[in-house]
Nanobody, 127 residues
Framework: QVQPVESGGGLVQAGGSLRLSCAAS????????MGWFRRAPGKEREFVAA????????IYANSVKGRFTISRDNAKNTVYLQMGSLKPEDTAVYYC????????????????????WGQGTQVTVSS
């Protein structure tokens, strides 16, 4: 069973950077694609980025493309989200989750396709 735990959130000024980490327990971490999602106050949970189980493929929401980078270290059972050029509209609780199906070739963006969610980490970007 893969259970993610996020960390690295905080308060940052617009234009700044943060790196989120998602440490996952379980011996099967390397079998699954992983995704980052976020929920801003009063909004639905939305897709941010995903990475294949090998780390060789990534996809991003248009709103973060070119500013955020997702990566993973399977030896450490950890997924990262490097966030740069942060904007106030990036303020949200960020969640890490595991794709429900192992060893997928095509990455998915719907929260319904992911399970084993972490508790989230708050990111606040001040203007």
């Amino acid at each position: 069973q893969v259970q993610p735990v996020e960390s690295g959130g905080g308060l940052v000024q617009a234009g700044g950077s943060l790196r989120l980490s998602c440490a996952a327990s379980g011996r099967t971490f390397s079998y699954y694609a992983m995704g980052w999602f976020r929920r801003a106050p009063g909004k639905e949970r939305e897709f941010v980025a995903a990475i294949s189980y090998t780390g060789g493929t990534t996809i991003y929401a248009n709103s973060v493309k070119g500013r955020f980078t997702i990566s993973r270290d399977n030896a450490k059972n950890t997924v990262y989200l490097q966030m740069g050029s942060l904007k106030p509209e990036d303020t949200a609780v960020y969640y890490c989750a595991k794709d429900a199906t192992g060893k997928r070739v095509v990455l998915r963006t719907s929260p319904q396709d992911y399970d084993s969610w972490g508790q989230g980490t708050q990111v606040t970007v001040s203007s």
